[in-house]
């Protein structure tokens, strides 16, 4: 085992200080803004992990975008409106399902590439749920019958794309995310955690919970047979097999090897779950004996198949649609439901990567991520999808140790071999997964730690977007919650203190309430006022810079200092974490204290699994190059030590 471990290492350190480590800032690479932490055999496991997260999504976005019927043509009679009875339609629909599980996976496939590479981020990107339904059902409609036809949705998806990659190259949609306060950010992770967590407990995931007529939710886990024609559960909750085989071969267990810190806990309990429920004659079988299991069961014997775009593709766009007025109102509401849903996920997946910067309220190589996923945007729509975001299970690979782009190549081959192997990753049940993005979701659930709740003014607004983000199941409507909250509960008072002449000023405005105001700072220098809003290029290039593309000493050292300002941050509440501890253990705080120092100190060397956060916005022991397990570990031990 040694010899392993010692290959392993050895692998890491060869790959740190080659070009490809130093273009993707392994640890040990040399490059002066290397990512603590980041270790080349770690990255690849992260990959896995984020894609085995992520496979769902070839089934069920084809299921979703497929409802719409695609390029396929509805009669619409009055007798079918949706073509239900239809067999030349439903053969047809079939068909483009099958296309859209192909179409994809090479959206994911490029667009996570496109992520990694050029933004060097640990992302997965995909058709996101909630554009994919509101495409489907609301834009495109049920077999066509929705606002505008399919090839003008597509036309309005593709300009969206590169309507993005304008704000973006203008630095206006880096500028926009900063913009958003301190507490809705922090909230935002710690939502989408809640998300994660009840997506992975509904019949999407676990099956633990379900439809219910009296209380919108209840608990579900019942056999096939037990649901009524919606798929509640009338009796027998709970005694669906599939639910207790993934709570505790794929929960239980993954926490445990979670608990003695074994590597790829996540992938490994994944991969037991899908390999004990694909026989067919077990009661936890994913392929029953009925005719969609036998189906399912058939395209899982393929094993290996290549399908092609078929019907789908870039022949389906409609060039002409923008004459419609319809076309641009689609358009807008797909501006700002990707606005603020990507601006959301990706500063909470930055935050738990360990990649914001507190000072400037932005995140490394955020331009790049903006450019890479609005390109991404208009390539899937040329394949016949709708637009591709970056994924909340990425935080999955993320928790494996995923810090670089390596995460997101290694997502992007696995998406790419799915195109050979559809049958084997669009075979990952549900079960497999759901307990992975529960226990993902409590680990994002430690951003409200550090949410301001002493003030009103913060907490409400914060409060606000965490219950709204998984119970609209949309990450944007739940920012929309949340920022229409905090304008309302931060401007009113404002206006108040204004019109007042000062009298009506509420307690704790100077001192409790988070500063903000429009934040017209750079994200990599010191540069204030309107040229803040301008990106790091044009300044260079208005300044004279002939090599504008190059990061300058000036700029490094000011990413450098935002690092050593986070290490500050994480050694203060490192330090505040030791002191409760004490005070829970009846002891004092010193032992704890040198615990939190040594840990912090250490970190650079000791494990290769780190959960970074070079931001206020991270929890307790979650801080940038600190081993938290490790932590936490030294202080129970201190703590014991005192009894």
């Not at 676990?206 to 056999?223: A, E, F, K, T």
């Not at 058939?298 to 094993?303: D, P, S």
């Not at 996923?373 to 140790?401: K, R």
């Amino acid at each position: 085992m040694s010899k392993i471990l010692a290959g392993v290492e050895k692998v890491n350190e060869v790959v740190a200080r080659s070009w490809f480590g130093y273009y993707f800032r392994l640890d040990g690479s040399g490059h002066p803004l290397s990512r603590k932490g980041s270790r080349f055999v770690t990255e690849l496991r992260a990959g896995l992990v984020t894609f085995a997260a992520m496979a769902y999504i070839l089934s069920v976005n084809a299921s979703i975008l497929s409802s719409s019927g695609g390029p396929c043509v509805c009669p619409h009679t009055s007798a079918d409106p949706v073509c239900a009875n239809d067999a030349e339609y439903q053969t047809c629909a079939e068909e483009v399902r099958r296309d859209y599980v192909f179409a994809t996976g090479v959206s994911a496939c490029v667009a996570t590439f496109l992520m990694a590479v050029f933004a060097n981020m640990p992302l997965g990107l995909a058709p996101g749920l909630g554009a994919n339904a509101y495409f489907a059902f609301t834009i495109v409609g049920v077999a066509g019958t929705g606002i505008i036809p399919y090839g003008k949705a597509l036309a309005a998806v593709w300009l969206e794309g590169w309507i993005f990659v304008i704000l973006s190259i203008l630095g206006v949609r880096q500028w926009l995310a900063r913009l958003l306060p301190h507490s809705i950010k922090l909230s935002t992770g710690a939502g989408i955690g809640f998300f994660l967590a009840f997506i992975g407990l509904s019949p999407s995931g676990l099956n633990v919970i379900g439809g219910d007529y009296s209380d919108l939710v209840g608990i579900g886990g019942c056999p096939a047979q037990y649901q009524d024609k919606k798929g509640y559960c009338e009796s027998h909750v709970l005694q669906d097999p599939h639910v207790w085989i993934g709570v505790f071969l794929g929960g239980i267990f993954t926490s445990l090897l979670l608990i003695y810190r074994v590597k790829g806990a996540f992938i490994l309990g994944i991969l037991l779950v899908s390999i004990v429920s694909w026989p067919r004659d077990s009661l936890i079988t994913m392929f029953p004996h009925t005719p969609s299991g036998d189906s399912a069961f058939n395209y899982f014997k393929q094993v290996a198949s290549w399908h092609g775009l078929g019907k789908l593709g870039p022949k389906n766009i409609d060039w002409n649609g923008f004459g419609d007025g319809k076309v641009w109102a689609a358009l807008i509401s797909f501006l700002y439901i990707d606005l603020l849903d990507t601006t959301g996920t990706l500063y909470a997946m930055a935050s738990h990567a360990g990649l914001m910067d507190a000072r400037t309220g932005d995140f490394e190589g955020s331009s790049a991520a903006y450019i890479s996923y609005a390109v991404s945007i208009s390539i899937g729509s040329l394949l016949g999808c709708s637009p591709n975001t970056a994924f909340v299970e990425s935080a999955s690979g993320i928790a494996e140790g995923g810090r670089t782009g390596i995460t997101g190549i290694v997502t992007s081959f696995m998406f790419f071999l799915s195109l050979f192997f559809a049958p084997i990753f669009a075979s990952l049940p549900s079960w497999a997964t759901g307990a992975t993005l529960v226990i993902v979701g409590s680990m994002m659930a430690s951003n409200t730690a550090q949410i301001n709740w002493a003030y009103v003014g913060d907490a409400i607004p914060a409060f606000v977007t965490i219950v709204g983000i998984p119970l609209f199941y949309n990450i944007a409507y739940g920012l929309i919650a949340g920022i229409c909250t905090y304008i309302c509960l931060n401007a009113i008072p404002w206006i108040l203190i204004k019109v007042s002449g000062g009298r009506l000023v509420p307690e704790g405005w100077d001192t409790m309430k988070e500063p903000w105001g429009l934040r017209m700072q750079s994200a990599n220098d010191e540069t204030t006022g309107f040229r803040a809003i301008l990106p790091p290029w044009m300044r260079k290039l208005l300044d004279g810079d002939k090599k504008f593309w190059q990061m300058s000493e000036a700029e490094i050292e000011f990413y450098l200092e935002g690092r050593r300002e986070t290490e500050r941050l994480a050694q203060e509440r490192l330090e505040q974490m030791a002191m409760e501890r004490a005070q829970m253990y009846g002891g004092g705080a010193d032992d704890d204290i040198e615990a939190a120092r040594t840990s912090v100190d250490s970190a650079e060397v000791h494990d290769e699994k780190r959960i970074g956060t070079p931001d206020s916005t991270s929890a307790p022991g979650q801080a940038a190059g600190v081993d938290s397990d490790n932590f936490v570990q030294q202080l129970g031990g201190n703590a014991s030590k005192r009894q």
